[in-house]
């Protein structure tokens, strides 16, 4: 049984932990929250900061909107790894007694015009990393979110949020909080219920960068059974319209040290052997592409078909698949996977120009390769085999 496999089965067993919504919570929060499924306790909660400038304030009453936004957002997640095949698993939190989330109230060192959208990363990161070291054992994983007030001046402001950093970056993601933040906006057709749509479809699919997601889009059939991906256009879709994760996505999630169960001993992203690809091929037959890798030292394969461009922000149309696998021998498996050519939804190409496909190989630490290759449609004659013997560079994380 693959390690993986046993972890989630013993996972199962695991009490699953059913939080009451917290009384002081808003009416519309609590009708929002009222299906919640129970979510399993964490080995490593996610860090959620709230960073201000040494000049500015907290937005009004954030401990209490924001707490209901991240409950929102945790039950997206426990909700489609459940329907994944995942119970109950989503990113842990921490928590105060009341209910509400911990936020670690971070005061930079600068103003907080300093910590513009385009630059301010790095200065931000800087002085989380010194309230870190300065607050032992405080920074409980290695993925933080941090949420900043929206900037106020000629361009933004609590109607036209903006102007602070907003995007995924390694294991940090960064996200923004105005005035009108608050669940009790959601759905409605005004604009404050549109922003909310922008702005939390924004946190949910940074978040998933942060928590090692890169883009993806959904098959022809899953999304027209189940709408928009999170990692795809799902940022402007989530709480309006059908949403979710891909088993693409879902793998990779099992596989991230805040997704872990309470249990999980993993050492998640430290130094093992690079996965050993032995093996792969891929064949046109009728109108299926099919692929076989044959590697060592993975969990999951899963498989990302996109016309070029490939470049970050790029890649929305990387239609989602996963392998199956099947072991080969000396610690080696084979992982195949067909592709309908009639599901790749986005795909532009008629049959005759560039195709890429990205192989994702994840290991069980959580580690991540990624290798790519591109080939013609004109090339492939149906029925051969053609091997793949220099798909092109493997590189490490995505």
């Keep these: 049984m693959k390690t993986t496999t046993l972890i989630a089965a013993v996972s199962m067993l695991l009490p699953l932990v059913q939080a009451a919504v917290p009384s002081h919570f808003s009416d519309r929060a609590k009708e929002i929250l009222s299906d919640s499924v129970a979510v399993q306790p964490g080995e490593h909660p996610l860090n959620i900061v709230y960073f201000l400038g040494n000049d500015n304030e907290p937005v009004a009453d954030y401990e209490r909107r924001l707490s209901e936004i991240m409950h929102y957002v945790q039950q997206f997640y426990a909700k489609e790894m459940t329907r994944n095949g995942f119970p109950g ?7 105060l007694e009341n209910g509400n989330v911990k936020f670690h109230l971070v005061r930079g060192k600068h103003p907080h015009r300093e910590y513009a959208y385009a630059t301010g990363h790095g200065k931000c990161l800087e002085d989380i990393r010194e309230y870190a070291a300065a607050h032992a054992n405080t920074i409980c994983s290695d993925h933080i979110l941090v ?115 309470a ?65 080969a021998a000396d610690g080696f498996c084979t992982y195949t996977l067909t592709i309908p050519v009639a599901e790749l939804a986005a795909r532009r190409n008629t049959g005759k120009a560039e195709q890429g496909i990205d192989i994702l190989l994840v290991q069980k630490n959580g580690n991540r390769y990624r290798w790519r290759t591109v080939f013609d449609w004109s090339t492939l004659k149906k029925d051969d085999v053609i091997p793949l013997t220099n798909p092109g560079q493997m590189w490490q994380g995505y």
């Design 263 to 327: 249990g999980d001993k993993t050492e998640f992203y430290s130094e093992c052997p690079a996965p050993q690809v032995q093996a792969s091929s891929l064949k046109w037959e009728g109108d299926t592409l099919k692929l076989a890798v044959t590697c060592s030292n993975c969990e999951y394969v899963n498989v990302l078909v996109q016309d070029p461009p490939y470049q970050v922000n790029q890649d929305y149309d990387a239609v989602a698949f996963c392998t199956e696998a099947q072991p």
């Design 89 to 95: 698993r989503s990113f842990g939190m921490q928590m």
């Design 147 to 261: 949420i900043m007030p929206t900037f106020h001046d000629e361009e933004y402001n609590d109607l036209q949020p903006g102007g602070v950093p907003f995007y995924g970056l390694g294991r940090n993601c960064f996200a923004l909080d105005y005035a009108h933040f608050d669940l009790r906006h959601l759905g409605q057709n005004t604009h404050e219920g549109r922003l909310l749509t922008k702005w939390l479809g924004g946190l949910a699919h940074e978040l998933g960068h942060g928590l090692n997601l890169p883009h993806n889009e959904g098959t022809v059939s899953e999304k027209a059974a189940l709408g928009t991906p999170l990692m795809g256009a799902g940022n402007y879709t989530l709480g309006m319209k059908p949403t979710y994760l891909t088993l693409n996505s879902a793998r990779l999630l099992d596989r991230c040290q805040v997704f872990a169960p």
